[in-house]
């Protein structure tokens, strides 16, 4: 089972999520099996942040000193799962997701769907470094987005 923290430091957010961490906990729901973690207590963190705060930890601790959609902070780099595991961080930037600004909420939901996986995916240590590692996580990402999409639809 998935448990998760949602934060936030940024209250634009709260235009267009009326509640946070319920949003997330129904995406975690809607996961293939093999990423639900059924007999397991699986947690992470999300914070739901903007431009400038991400800018700043991705020069932190990523010595990139610019702004991005999502960072990822794996709590060990191996990505085992164990009956009880704290998988990270994910930090979202409200400003990327939010572009352009006249998408509807539809399209701002599928969007920040789309990046969470990706972020989840870098927490379980997938990667796309490599032009191989790329294809493997993409195609991981759109498993999970496919169970995702037809169960929340």
């Not at 997330?24 to 397991?40: A, D, G, T």
């Not at 699986?42 to 700043?56: A, C, D, R």
């Not at 509807?104 to 969470?116: C, E, G, Q």
């Amino acid at each position: 089972m998935i448990s998760i923290n949602v934060f936030s430091d940024e209250k634009a957010w709260s235009k267009r999520l009326k509640k946070k961490e319920l949003f997330f906990k129904e995406i975690c729901k809607s996961f293939p099996k093999k990423y639900q973690f059924l007999n397991k207590r699986v947690s992470f963190t999300v914070l739901l942040s903007n431009n400038k705060k991400i800018k700043k930890l991705n020069k932190d601790f990523r010595n990139k000193n610019k702004s991005t959609d999502i960072l990822s902070f794996p709590f060990d780099g191996k990505g085992k799962i164990f009956k009880t595991t704290y998988l990270g961080d994910i930090i979202i930037s409200y400003n990327f997701i939010d572009r352009p600004k006249s998408q509807n909420l539809k399209i701002f939901k599928d969007k920040l769907i789309r990046i969470f996986i990706h972020g989840f995916l870098h927490l379980l240590n997938f990667d796309h470094k490599k032009n191989k590692d790329f294809k493997i996580m993409l195609k991981e990402e759109d498993f999970i987005y496919q169970s995702v999409i037809s169960k929340l639809n």
